[in-house]
């Protein structure tokens, strides 16, 4: 657990290494960081996906996960919600 002792050896590290004159621009550029990081993080997570008005262009996903039914692209060798392996459909041979 962090002490007042051992925020004070901080303070003086950070002190000694970026110059006082230093610090405020190193603090208002790490608020600015965070805050535009925060931004970012809200912008799309509160965002849906546009939907497209006319048919769809991009190809169905070809198999399901067996334990969750989540869609699953052919490529992938795990499923991304459960970490199950992908079973791998081999094409019917045409009689």
């Known amino acids: 657990m962090l002490g007042s002792q051992d925020l004070i050896v901080g303070l003086v590290v950070v002190l000694v290494l970026f110059g006082a004159k230093k610090l405020p621009e190193l603090a208002g550029s790490i608020g600015k960081s965070m805050k535009e990081f925060k931004k970012g993080v809200a912008d799309t997570g509160d965002e849906e996906p546009a939907k497209a008005v006319g048919p769809s262009t991009a190809p169905a996903p070809a198999t399901k996960c067996a334990s969750c039914e989540a869609p699953?692209?052919?490529?992938?060798?795990?499923?991304?919600?459960?970490?199950?392996?992908?079973?791998?459909a081999s094409p019917r041979p045409s009689s």
Do not use: S
């Not at 699953?72 to 791998?88: E, S």
């Open 72 to 88: 699953l692209d052919p490529a992938w060798q795990h499923c991304p919600r459960c970490g199950a392996a992908a079973t791998v």
